[in-house]
């Protein structure tokens, strides 16, 4: 377990209680958590902490989107390995969808959220 809690997963979700949700989930499978409510904040989360392992990212944010935060996130040589956890809320074209899973390591949809298959991906990206 001590391995794990050297992990930290950067929330990066307007929602709050989703934001929350998250965190527990994580701090329960022995992982730290860094939170932001939108992409500026996480851009600065990232500026701070280099020892990120992961990034989950709501794609429909106000003041800079997921989309924005995945732009700069991989144009940065430090921060372009990070895997990415996209969560959305909407359905995607699917042009949108294909654009999401080339550029992230996993997509996973507000509505038909399954615990189990987060925590599966959590392993396997971490």
Same mark, same amino acid.
């Given at each position: 377990?001590?391995?794990?809690?050297?992990?930290?997963?950067?929330?990066?979700?307007?929602?709050? !209680?989703? /934001?929350?949700?998250? %965190? /527990?989930?994580?701090?329960?499978?022995?992982?730290?958590?860094?939170?932001?409510?939108?992409?500026?904040?996480?851009?600065?989360?990232?500026?701070?902490?280099?020892?990120? %392992?992961?990034?989950?990212?709501? !794609? !429909?944010?106000?003041? /800079?989107?997921?989309?924005?935060?995945?732009?700069?996130?991989? =144009?940065?040589?430090?921060?372009?390995?990070?895997?990415?956890?996209?969560?959305? =809320?909407?359905?995607?074209?699917?042009?949108?969808?294909?654009?999401?899973?080339?550029?992230?390591?996993?997509?996973?949809?507000?509505?038909?959220?399954? $615990?189990?298959?987060?925590? /599966?991906? !959590?392993?396997?990206? $971490?």
């Amino acid at each position: 377990m001590t391995e794990l809690k050297s992990k930290t997963v950067l929330i990066c979700d307007d929602d709050d !209680l989703l /934001r929350e949700f998250y %965190a /527990r989930v994580l701090k329960s499978q022995g992982y730290g958590t860094i939170s932001a409510t939108n992409g500026d904040e996480a851009i600065a989360v990232l500026e701070q902490n280099s020892n990120i %392992a992961l990034a989950i990212v709501d !794609l !429909l944010m106000p003041i /800079r989107t997921g989309w924005e935060l995945i732009e700069y996130m991989k =144009g940065r040589d430090e921060l372009k390995n990070i895997p990415i956890i996209a969560i959305t =809320g909407l359905a995607t074209s699917f042009d949108e969808f294909e654009n999401v899973k080339q550029t992230c390591n996993a997509v996973l949809h507000k509505g038909d959220f399954d $615990l189990e298959q987060f925590t /599966r991906k !959590l392993k396997e990206l $971490l």
